[in-house]
């Protein structure tokens, strides 16, 4: 990774925990060959859809591909029984 | 037996309307109470606190909770908590409570925790004032929490946290953010004090199972990790069972 590039990781990264459209902190950031690729898991499509957002508007030059996924849930499972 | 529903990081938004609800409307069925591990909203606005008020409203099960950091990002973390007490939720921070459950008493202890890392690789009060400070705080959260622990005189005793106690549960983070998903001494004060269950969240990559040093099983309960509305633990096999109706008697020592 050249040097600008290291650091638009490092904003990128702050982008996306404090803008309150996303607030994540456990997005993975590579850029690379003018590409911006994200990815990691958030709750909702909307939120997918931020993350991509905030990336575009922090760095309009640089293509981005969302590989961001939305958490699905299953059923709660069976418990466990815990110091038994 | 009791039967402990938890769940953390939750991340509730304006755009997750309805999304725990229809799970946790059923709780009766499966747990006596519902333990929420921090992380309620995502940033911790006022829109955000009513978003979650939503999903909690009138569950069927007692629901005791403590705040995390996202919860603090909008600097007003008393208004998500006085959100949720308005709805009879239990907030605690530095705080306990006893519930009587299924014929049990079970005291917990609650508290946000803080960072600081683990042995090998911790931060000291040293240097700066501003490192001072952090580890202070984690100490002030630890000391709280082993006396907290100490006072409940109940069947069974539980810690309820935000940040990891143990590095046994972040496995599968980076190590370099080690450092700010738990602290030892959140773990010392476990082990000093005793505890039949100790929960937590923040480490969304991580591991759902640990144990601290002296043999206190910790269980990472972040939801993006154990993908599930909520996890179930039961305590004491062996005791009679009962009905998933609960009283609470709130206590908050000064320490």
Same mark, same amino acid.
């Given at each position: ?84 | ?90 907030? %605690? ?5 006893? %519930? ?11 508290? !946000? ?11 000291? !009060? ?54 700010? %998903?738990?602290?030892?001494? %959140? ?39 154990? !993908? ?10 062996? !005791? ?16």
């Amino acid at each position: 990774m050249n040097q600008e590039y290291q650091y638009l990781v490092g904003k990128l990264q702050e982008a996306l925990a404090c803008d309150a459209r996303v607030g994540a902190l456990d997005i993975k950031i590579t850029i690379a060959h003018g590409r911006v690729h994200l990815t990691g898991q958030v709750p909702t499509e909307e939120r997918r859809a931020n993350v991509g957002l905030v990336a575009h508007e922090l760095m309009p030059q640089l293509d981005v591909r969302n590989d961001i996924t939305v958490l699905e849930l299953s059923e709660s499972g069976k418990p466990e029984a815990v110091g038994d | 037996m009791i039967r402990i529903a938890a769940v953390g990081d939750i991340h509730v938004g304006e755009d997750t309307h309805g999304r725990l609800r229809p799970h946790w409307l059923t709780l009766d069925q499966h747990a006596d109470v519902l333990l929420l591990a921090g992380d309620l909203t995502n940033v911790g606005s006022r829109k955000e606190a009513d978003a979650l008020i939503e999903e909690v409203r009138d569950l069927p099960v007692p629901v005791v909770a403590v705040l995390g950091n996202h919860d603090y990002h909008c600097d007003n973390p008393l208004g998500v908590r006085h959100a949720l007490e308005a709805i009879g939720v239990i907030v %605690l921070e530095g705080e306990t409570v006893t %519930l009587e459950l299924a014929g049990c008493t079970v005291g917990i202890a609650g508290s !946000k925790g803080f960072g600081g890392g683990f042995a090998g690789a911790c931060g000291h !009060k040293f240097g700066e004032p501003e490192m001072k400070d952090f580890i202070r705080v984690t100490e002030e959260a630890s000391h709280r929490l082993e006396a907290n622990l100490r006072s409940l005189q109940t069947d069974y005793r539980v810690a309820l946290l935000h940040y990891a106690p143990v590095k046994d549960t972040l496995a599968g983070e980076r190590l370099e953010i080690h450092a700010f %998903l738990g602290a030892y001494q %959140l773990g010392e004060a476990l082990d000093s004090a005793g505890c039949d269950l100790a929960l937590h969240g923040h480490a969304h990559h991580g591991t759902e199972k640990g144990m601290t040093p002296g043999g206190i099983p910790v269980r990472n309960v972040a939801m993006p990790l154990i !993908k599930r509305p909520y996890a179930v633990y039961t305590l004491g096999g062996a !005791k009679a069972g009962g009905s998933g109706a609960g009283r609470h008697q709130r206590e908050t020592l000064t320490t």
